[in-house]
């Protein structure tokens, strides 16, 4: 063989060798990101489906808060569809009962009800309703037992529960100067009121911080804050502390992890993550957006979120509260808009139009 021969054959052996080399890099990184992609795919499953009298009715479905009381373990929906509050056991994830007596929805969510819905610790239910008021219910009779006027036009919506006082914080947020009204829920009366005149973009959720003894809102964009602002509230003196601005959020739920005093904003943007006794942006999660309600669950140490107006299309969305990383998105449906999660099952319940309340956990 001459020496060009053995040259060529020499550069085409090394060629071979290096393509060899290559392929095996490449097969190695394909494999080990085949391998990532599994271990962090979706965990969330659905396990249930909960039915009910028109549960879902056909058509739309007209609903607004999830709530879940730990103490009682009942899942409670806001169902304005059929003008009551729906029951679910959460450790049976099975429909247990309804009640009426709510204005019900007519053509407008501004006067649909009912709509916020809490249990304070005296284990009384309370929800707003479309009429501006408030509705108390006892648990035992399942019957309406006294109604608040809160002195609006349009529903009295959102709600938050301060159980060092005893008050609730109920926002009217769709007035054309909204407000909030404090209720003594040992006294069943209304003991106070705070308008917010500069609140052009309305309100939405409120949360109470034990820690800080204050009352944390939602208030959506307006010409003082574009990107809208968190309002804090002192429930002793029912007036307004100071207003945290946020970063093109414009937001609707708020939720609080307890322990890191982090709040997390439910924003038709990404969701924000803020410090609630300094009002400090921490971060934002840019894998979901177009968040209504949200919810912390102690039981896992996680932020849930329905975002039903992500881009991408409506998804549940989780995120650690203990690093603040988002963990993974689960499609549900259009206007998927409500979640509550029960602590100590650690099961998800989302309402979604067409299909019923899905219960959500990992398997």
């Given at each position: 063989?001459?020496?060009?021969?053995?040259?060529?054959?020499?550069?085409?052996?090394?060629?071979?060798?290096?393509?060899?080399?290559?392929?095996?890099?490449?097969?190695?990184?394909?494999?080990?990101?085949?391998?990532?992609?599994?271990?962090?795919?979706?965990?969330?499953?659905?396990?249930?489906?909960?039915?009910?009298?028109?549960?879902?009715?056909?058509?739309?479905?007209?609903?607004?808060?999830?709530?879940?009381?730990?103490?009682?373990?009942?899942?409670?929906?806001?169902?304005?569809?059929?003008?009551?509050?729906?029951?679910?056991?959460?450790?049976?994830?099975?429909?247990?009962?309804?009640?009426?007596?709510?204005?019900?929805?007519?053509?407008?969510?501004?006067?649909?009800?009912?709509?916020?819905?809490?249990?304070?610790?005296?284990?009384?239910?309370?929800?707003?309703?479309?009429?501006?008021?408030?509705?108390?219910?006892?648990?035992?009779?399942?019957?309406?037992?006294?109604?608040?006027?809160?002195?609006?036009?349009?529903?009295?919506?959102?709600?938050?529960?301060?159980?060092?006082?005893?008050?609730?914080?109920?926002?009217?947020?769709?007035?054309?100067?909204?407000?909030?009204?404090?209720?003594?829920?040992?006294?069943?009366?209304?003991?106070?009121?705070?308008?917010?005149?500069?609140?052009?973009?309305?309100?939405?959720?409120?949360?109470?911080?034990?820690?800080?003894?204050?009352?944390?809102?939602?208030?959506?964009?307006?010409?003082?804050?574009?990107?809208?602002?968190?309002?804090?509230?002192?429930?002793?003196?029912?007036?307004?502390?100071?207003?945290?601005?946020?970063?093109?959020?414009?937001?609707?739920?708020?939720?609080?992890?307890?322990?890191?005093?982090?709040?997390?904003?439910?924003?038709?943007?990404?969701?924000?993550?803020?410090?609630?006794?300094?009002?400090?942006?921490?971060?934002?999660?840019?894998?979901?957006?177009?968040?209504?309600?949200?919810?912390?669950?102690?039981?896992?140490?996680?932020?849930?979120?329905?975002a039903f107006t992500n881009p991408n299309g409506p998804v549940l969305s989780v995120i650690d509260a203990t690093t603040g990383t988002w963990v993974e998105n689960v499609a549900t449906v259009k206007k998927a808009h409500s979640v509550a999660v029960d602590p100590l099952t650690n099961h998800i319940f989302v309402p979604e139009t067409?299909?019923?309340?899905?219960?959500?956990?990992?398997?």
């Amino acid at each position: 063989m001459g020496t060009s021969a053995k040259t060529r054959l020499t550069w085409s052996l090394a060629i071979l060798l290096v393509l060899a080399t290559i392929a095996t890099s490449v097969s190695y990184v394909v494999t080990t990101h085949l391998a990532q992609a599994q271990e962090t795919s979706q965990s969330l499953r659905q396990i249930a489906l909960i039915t009910g009298p028109n549960i879902p009715p056909r058509g739309l479905w007209a609903f607004d808060i999830s709530f879940e009381d730990d103490q009682s373990q009942v899942y409670y929906l806001a169902d304005a569809s059929n003008a009551s509050v729906d029951l679910i056991d959460t450790r049976t994830n099975t429909f247990i009962g309804q009640i009426g007596g709510f204005r019900g929805f007519h053509g407008s969510r501004e006067t649909q009800g009912p709509g916020g819905m809490l249990v304070d610790d005296l284990g009384q239910l309370w929800a707003t309703d479309g009429d501006s008021t408030v509705k108390l219910i006892d648990l035992s009779s399942r019957t309406i037992v006294a109604t608040l006027d809160t002195g609006g036009t349009k529903r009295a919506d959102e709600m938050a529960y301060d159980p060092q006082d005893q008050l609730l914080l109920v926002t009217n947020g769709s007035e054309t100067v909204p407000f909030a009204t404090f209720i003594s829920v040992t006294k069943r009366a209304i003991v106070g009121k705070l308008v917010f005149t500069d609140a052009g973009g309305g309100l939405e959720a409120p949360v109470f911080d034990a820690q800080t003894h204050l009352f944390y809102l939602s208030m959506p964009a307006n010409k003082q804050y574009p990107g809208g602002a968190v309002a804090v509230v002192d429930p002793l003196t029912q007036r307004l502390v100071r207003e945290y601005p946020l970063p093109a959020c414009d937001p609707s739920g708020i939720a609080l992890d307890p322990t890191t005093q982090e709040l997390l904003l439910g924003c038709s943007g990404h969701p924000v993550i803020m410090s609630a006794p300094t009002g400090q942006v921490i971060s934002t999660v840019l894998q979901t957006s177009g968040c209504d309600e949200v919810w912390y669950s102690r039981g896992d140490q996680r932020f849930y979120l329905a975002a039903f107006t992500n881009p991408n299309g409506p998804v549940l969305s989780v995120i650690d509260a203990t690093t603040g990383t988002w963990v993974e998105n689960v499609a549900t449906v259009k206007k998927a808009h409500s979640v509550a999660v029960d602590p100590l099952t650690n099961h998800i319940f989302v309402p979604e139009t067409g299909r019923g309340i899905v219960v959500y956990a990992e398997t």
